[in-house]
């Protein structure tokens, strides 16, 4: 994998675990709402899904969604990765 991809891979791990916790929603609860709409997940699994950053575009808008984010912003991964 080249530099690049890791970068976003991090970035877009980065965006996910920090809305989780802003909105306070464990892995538990986010396993909860996803299995609302027919995705079922186990916590532990949801866990390390994300923290190895390996996941679809699909399942994180089905992440974001569960939890209530509507908009997203992006910035540029060098800029925020420095940070």
Known sequence: ?????????????????????RR??????LASLLKEIGIIEDPKNLINKINRAKFSATFLFECLYVIGCREIKIDDPKKVMLR
């Open 1 to 21: 994998m080249d530099a690049p991809d890791k970068l976003w891979e991090e970035y877009i791990k980065g965006l996910l675990k920090a809305d989780l916790v």
């Open 24 to 29: 306070k929603v464990s892995y538990s609860k």
